[in-house]
């Protein structure tokens, strides 16, 4: 089948690099990637494996971590900035 599409550039590179790397084509490139893709089952696409056996005490299980994250970065930047 013929059609046209529009890549992204971040695919776009990806696809050259990976043309530079095995000496294929880039059609040949192209489907091998979309038949990788479409062919894995959802289990195979992301592995989590836990960093910690044990879970968190409990005093930490309220805790909103992405705001404290928020917190820590806004304190480095102030310190940059004072720099």
Do not use: C, Y
């Not at 890549?7 to 990976?18: R, Y």
């Not at 409990?58 to 102030?78: K, M, P």
């Amino acid at each position: 089948m013929r059609t046209t599409v529009t890549i992204e550039p971040d695919n776009q590179h990806l696809l050259e690099e990976e043309m530079t790397r095995t000496g294929l084509s880039f059609k040949e490139v192209l489907n091998r990637s979309i038949r990788r893709g479409l062919l894995l089952d959802s289990e195979d696409k992301i592995k989590v494996e836990p960093l910690f056996l044990n879970s968190l005490p409990s005093e930490f299980s309220e805790v909103n971590w992405n705001h404290i994250a928020e917190l820590w970065d806004d304190e480095e930047t102030l310190r940059e900035l004072k720099r």
